[in-house]
């Protein structure tokens, strides 16, 4: 789910501002994308490490709510930030659950 979730919203940052020829606008657009390369990377962390990747991720949700600007939209808040809080604590749990 957090692939879906980083893929899907990466997708639309990058392409949301993408018009008229597609490779400088891209290119153009790549700083939109930055927040959600980075989650992506996190989540890679997430697949070896599932305890620390959890707490990455939990950490980028809580820190998505001021970046997005979150608490005055609940449209950002419950699509994205709230998702990957949710999801960072999944991690954790399941970590903590599957620990020897």
């Not at 657009?29 to 992506?40: I, K, R, S, T, Y």
């Not at 697949?47 to 950002?76: C, Q, R």
């Amino acid at each position: 789910m957090l692939v879906l979730i980083t893929v899907f919203w990466g997708g639309f940052a990058l392409l949301s501002g993408a018009g008229g020829d597609p490779g400088v606008s891209l290119w153009q657009n790549l700083p939109n994308a930055g927040p959600w390369v980075a989650l992506a990377l996190i989540t890679l962390i997430a697949f070896k490490w599932p305890g620390i990747g959890g707490t990455l991720v939990l950490l980028a949700g809580l820190a998505s709510v001021p970046f997005f600007n979150a608490s005055a939209s609940p449209v950002v808040l419950f699509g994205v930030s709230l998702p990957i809080i949710a999801l960072g604590a999944m991690l954790l749990l399941s970590a903590y659950l599957l620990r020897e």
